[in-house]
């Protein structure tokens, strides 16, 4: 990676701490630190912040409040660290806009690797100052612009990584997004749990990876959000069907 930008480490285990912001440097980054969650807060704040590493487990307030915090006025990417294997946590940190999680220990060749597929998937500027940040990762150039997906007044542009829902631009986590963009363009072939998976962690889980259960239990909380967010009809929905026992495909295009 070049030049990817400020990195803020928000956990209280010095240990931990310091390994983590090893990893960072050793990729490139800017990195800061903090021991509690509102120093965390105000570091993000203050920094075209474009990674955060986040502790469940903090002395003053817990992760999960400071991930409320950092989204309301940053979109940038946030990996969660729990000591705890605890699948209520995974679940709580994705429905806040967490962007991927690992449980203590950890091997910090793997947090690099998440790290690294996640840049493989940037933002462009634009969307970065919109959200409150300015770093500095370019978007990936294409020859030929991808053309806009559309189905039942949902539109997705793979482009500028926007959705709009009847002309209304809908606020998506990068996981949600991807979820989304790989079901309009599968255009009706169902898709495994599995391939969602893969859609959310890009090149770091090929098609020999070993995918659990927890894995495929976050695609079905990205699902669930994204429903939230479509104001699905459970009973008649126009978007997202659920494939017992395999995973999901688009509903029927319906009448304009």
């Keep these: 990676m070049s030049d990817p930008g400020a990195a803020v480490v928000i956990e209280d285990d010095l240990d931990i701490r310091n390994l983590v912001h090893a990893v960072l440097l050793q990729s490139g980054f800017d990195v800061h630190s903090a021991a509690t969650g509102r120093d965390g ?32 006025f940053s979109n940038c990417y946030v990996v969660m660290l729990t ?7 995974t679940l709580t940190a994705l429905q806040l806009g967490a962007d ?6 950890f091997r ?12 493989r998937r940037p933002r462009l500027p634009h969307q970065l100052e919109s959200s409150g940040t300015a770093g500095e990762i370019k978007a ?3 020859e030929h612009p991808p053309r806009l997906l559309e189905h039942n007044g949902l539109v997705v542009d793979p482009e500028t990584r926007t959705a709009t829902l ?6 998506l986590t990068r996981s949600e997004f991807n979820v989304l963009h790989e079901m309009l363009h599968s255009q ?4 495994t749990k599995a391939q969602l998976v893969r859609a959310v962690r890009g090149d770091f889980y090929g098609e020999d990876a070993y995918i659990s259960e927890a894995d495929e239990r976050a695609v079905e909380v990205h699902v669930g959000n994204l429903r939230r967010k479509l ?7 126009c978007w997202l069907v659920t494939v017992r026992g395999i995973g999901y495909r688009l509903a029927p295009k319906r009448a304009a």
Excluded: C, W
Excluded at 100 to 105: R, S
Excluded at 108 to 119: C, D, F, G, N, V
């Design 41 to 72: 807060v105000e570091a993000v704040r203050h920094r075209a912040t474009t990674v955060v590493t986040l502790d469940v487990g903090l002395p003053d307030i817990d992760g999960f409040e400071v991930l409320r915090r950092i989204r309301k």
């Design 108 to 119: 910090p060749r793997e947090l690099r690797a998440r790290i690294e597929a996640m840049l």
């Design 83 to 89: 000591g705890r294997s605890d699948e209520m946590d």
């Design 166 to 171: 009847h002309g209304q631009e809908m606020r």
């Design 100 to 105: 991927d999680y690992l449980i203590k220990p």
């Design 231 to 237: 104001g699905e009809n459970a009973f008649q929905p």
């Design 188 to 191: 009706g072939v169902v898709r």
């Design 140 to 142: 990936i150039t294409v």
